[in-house]
């Protein structure tokens, strides 16, 4: 169930079995020279839309832009200020809590993103006792599970892509994003075959310490078929994983 394709109705009769939703957030950022922009939003809207699909749980629509300025130095990126992204991301959360919903999943599929999520959800929690102290709302409870960290979801990663999986433009969320749009499926040959791995500062430097923007991997490895394989993985454990929170 998506709440974008649902009425406002439907949305009221899921909130009487369920008071949690999942959101699907990432980055609209540079994957290499086979990768989407979209890559890291994508990843886990797929995987998200097809658990909503499996099981009924609610999931909301993409937070698809967020933690990339050191990937500005290549053409499409966009990015959000640290401040923006929590300001933006507490109102998200301030417009479902005042509709009920009392959970709220954050499936990320952007390792940048990781601090200012945290950052974000003390903020909330913040704001909750600051401003609603002694009130018998219940609390809002957040939660951040990375896509590769779903419990099984890195062994079959691990598997399909023993050697140049890399950090960064990975053929794992290469692959899960051309089972989402076979479509998209590009062919590049890679120089060099693996790309170097390195510390990120900033956008000037990233593009100097590699100009392709792919640390450690070999994305010409991913397939729809790879794709397939992981996104049942993690399709399964986010529906577990989804209920147990849902209940907490
Ligand atoms: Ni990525």
């Known amino acids: ?24 957030i990432g ?13 890291d939003a994508l990843c886990p809207e797929i995987i998200a839309r097809r658990a909503g699909d499996d099981s ?14 050191h990937h500005m130095a290549f053409p499409g990126t966009i990015t959000l200020r640290p401040s923006t992204m929590i300001a933006a991301m507490m109102d998200w959360a301030q417009s479902l809590t005042r509709h009920g919903f009392e959970r709220i999943y954050w499936l990320n599929g952007h390792g940048g993103n990781i ?27 957040c939660m951040l599970r990375n896509w ?7 062994d079959v990663c691990k598997q399909l892509f023993p050697v140049g999986e890399g950090s960064h433009a990975t053929p ?18 890679m120089s060099p075959k693996i790309a170097p791995n390195g510390p990120i500062f900033d956008a000037e430097d990233y593009r100097r310490r590699f ?11 991913a397939s729809v078929e790879a794709g397939e394989k992981i996104v049942n993985a993690a399709v399964k454990a986010v529906i577990a994983e989804f209920q147990r929170f849902a209940a907490s």
Do not use: C
């Open 27 to 39: 980055s609209t950022e540079q994957h290499g020279p086979n990768g989407l922009l979209g890559t």
């Open 172 to 189: 794992s969320e290469v692959s899960v994003t051309y089972f989402g749009y076979p479509e998209a499926v590009k062919r590049v040959e």
């Open 56 to 69: 009924g749980i609610l999931v909301g629509p993409t937070f698809n832009v967020g933690q990339a300025q």
């Open 148 to 154: 590769w960290e779903l419990s099984g979801v890195m």
């Open 115 to 141: 601090n200012t999520i945290n950052a974000a959800f003390s903020e909330m929690y913040h704001g909750i006792s600051f401003g609603e102290a002694g009130t018998n709302k219940p609390p809002l409870r």
């Open 1 to 24: 169930m998506q709440l974008h394709l649902s009425s406002w109705p439907e949305i009221d009769k899921y909130l009487e079995t369920s008071k949690a939703i999942v959101i699907p």
């Open 211 to 221: 100009p392709d923007g792919r640390i450690g991997s070999d994305p010409s490895q």
